[in-house]
């Protein structure tokens, strides 16, 4: 079971998570969703969170006073928890950081809004993290986003385990193309290979299409990848398709079969030597 704990001053905006697959992962125990508004821990008498900028400018800044007391608040000792803070000065989320977050006991979200942040509130947060690389009105859409990509990765989740690893993103590779019925819709056919029953191929074709959709449409992705020896032949193969994915054959070219050796019969050249040998004595 994880825990997502979200300090926000607008706990309505996450009604979302109250459907479908996250609404039965609720049900099941496997993921909890704790809404703190932390308006409830501003101790003036209008239950002020925000005040004006030192120094001047624009818009309203949250205070510490409120949030530093949620967090204090909070079920799991330091430790045991992880807590990020939502801000588009932080490093860009991504499936992997939703992977590395999945085996935490508990996430705990601290939303921002209006103008931002009083500095002093980025020494609660283990990190800084941010949606992408645009300015939201508020932390709350990203913080679903991110509730979303994790929960999924808890085993049970999806109605299968395997349905997740092989998503674009999960491997380095963005996924192949996915067929369902009919096998032919107005014309548009499903690839024969698909209804085949040919185990080996399909994985073949599949991994093949894996590799062309990330070339094709995420070069900057490849970069990263490491091939593995199994496809120097669809890389090979892909190259006569699209010319231009030749340009990073330094990445796999290592993988090139090598000729086989004539082992064997140097061996025997070598027996022969050594028995001439022996017999000479
Ligand atoms: C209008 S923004 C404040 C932006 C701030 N003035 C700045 O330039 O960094 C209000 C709040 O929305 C959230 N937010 C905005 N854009 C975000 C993003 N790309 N990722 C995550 N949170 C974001 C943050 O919590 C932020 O404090």
């Given at each position: 079971m994880i825990q997502f704990t979200v300090l926000t001053?607008?706990?309505?905006?996450?009604?979302?998570?109250?459907?479908s697959i996250l609404k039965r992962a609720q049900e099941a125990g496997l993921v909890q969703?704790?809404?703190?508004?932390?308006?409830?821990?501003?101790?003036?008498?209008h239950k002020n969170v925000d005040d004006v900028p030192?120094?001047?400018?624009?818009?309203?800044?949250?205070?510490?006073?409120?949030?530093?007391?949620?967090?204090?608040?909070?079920s799991h000792p330091i430790g045991k928890r992880r807590v990020i803070?939502?801000?588009?000065?932080?490093?860009?989320?991504?499936?992997?950081?939703?992977?590395?977050?999945?085996?935490?006991?508990?996430?705990?979200?601290?939303?921002?809004?209006?103008?931002?942040?009083?500095?002093?509130?980025?020494?609660?947060?283990?990190?800084?993290?941010?949606?992408?690389?645009?300015?939201l009105t508020g932390g709350e859409p990203a913080a679903m986003v991110m509730i979303d990509a994790v929960a999924r990765l808890i085993p049970g989740v999806l109605g299968e385990d395997a349905s997740?690893?092989?998503?674009?993103?999960?491997?380095?590779?963005?996924?192949?193309p996915q067929f369902t019925?009919?096998?032919?819709?107005?014309?548009?056919?499903?690839p024969d290979i698909l209804l085949s029953g040919h185990h080996a191929m399909i994985k073949r074709w599949r991994r093949k299409e894996s590799l062309r959709r990330t070339f094709l449409r995420r070069p900057d992705l490849i970069e990263a990848v490491t091939f593995e020896a199994d496809d120097y032949p669809l890389l090979e193969e892909l190259v006569l398709d699209h010319p231009n994915i030749a340009l990073w054959r330094a990445k796999w070219e290592h993988l090139c079969p090598q000729p086989k050796r004539?082992?064997?019969?140097?061996?025997?050249a070598l027996?022969?030597?050594?028995?001439?040998?022996?017999?000479?004595?």
């Amino acid at each position: 079971m994880i825990q997502f704990t979200v300090l926000t001053l607008f706990p309505e905006m996450f009604a979302p998570l109250q459907e479908s697959i996250l609404k039965r992962a609720q049900e099941a125990g496997l993921v909890q969703i704790r809404l703190v508004n932390f308006r409830d821990y501003a101790t003036s008498k209008h239950k002020n969170v925000d005040d004006v900028p030192y120094g001047g400018g624009a818009g309203m800044l949250l205070k510490p006073e409120p949030i530093f007391a949620a967090i204090r608040d909070l079920s799991h000792p330091i430790g045991k928890r992880r807590v990020i803070l939502l801000s588009p000065q932080g490093q860009v989320f991504c499936q992997k950081k939703a992977k590395e977050w999945s085996t935490e006991e508990e996430l705990v979200f601290i939303c921002g809004h209006y103008e931002g942040f009083d500095e002093r509130i980025r020494e609660l947060a283990d990190e800084e993290v941010s949606l992408g690389d645009y300015v939201l009105t508020g932390g709350e859409p990203a913080a679903m986003v991110m509730i979303d990509a994790v929960a999924r990765l808890i085993p049970g989740v999806l109605g299968e385990d395997a349905s997740s690893e092989e998503d674009s993103h999960s491997t380095s590779f963005l996924e192949y193309p996915q067929f369902t019925r009919p096998a032919d819709f107005e014309g548009r056919q499903v690839p024969d290979i698909l209804l085949s029953g040919h185990h080996a191929m399909i994985k073949r074709w599949r991994r093949k299409e894996s590799l062309r959709r990330t070339f094709l449409r995420r070069p900057d992705l490849i970069e990263a990848v490491t091939f593995e020896a199994d496809d120097y032949p669809l890389l090979e193969e892909l190259v006569l398709d699209h010319p231009n994915i030749a340009l990073w054959r330094a990445k796999w070219e290592h993988l090139c079969p090598q000729p086989k050796r004539r082992r064997r019969s140097s061996n025997k050249a070598l027996v022969k030597v050594s028995v001439k040998k022996s017999e000479d004595l």
